[in-house]
Nanobody, 127 residues
């Protein structure tokens, strides 16, 4: 089964940028639609962005549209989340997730649709 490891989190000021990476091992990334989710203290996990197996389709939560960009490099077995214009409310642990779906060109936007999860990376936006 695939293992996922996030990196790239950290402390950033309001209006700054970060790029998160999710490296996959134990599987071929192109077999998996991927997603990013986040969870802030005391809140439920929420959807951030999703991308189809070959990157042809993407989806974003409304509050991230225009600020975040999900992409993938299947040759490097890595998915990225570019986050710009960061706000204090973006502070959370960010998780990447993979779904077993070896044939469709779909993306998936709810956490229950995903089969594998990374351990998360902390993003803190300071004002």
């Amino acid at each position: 089964q695939v293992q996922l490891e996030e990196s790239g989190g950290g402390l950033v000021q309001v209006g700054g940028s970060l790029r998160l990476s999710c490296a996959a091992s134990g599987g071929t990334l192109s077999s998996y639609p991927m997603g990013w989710f986040r969870q802030a203290p005391g809140k439920e996990r929420e959807f951030v962005a999703a991308i189809s197996r070959h990157g042809g389709s993407t989806d974003y939560a409304d509050s991230m549209k225009g600020r975040f960009t999900i992409s993938r490099d299947n040759a490097k077995n890595t998915v990225y989340l570019q986050m710009n214009s960061l706000k204090p409310e973006d502070t959370a642990v960010y998780y990447c997730a993979a779904r077993r779906d070896y044939s469709s060109g779909r993306y998936y936007s709810t956490d229950v649709q995903y089969d594998y999860w990374g351990q998360g990376t902390q993003v803190t936006v300071s004002s």
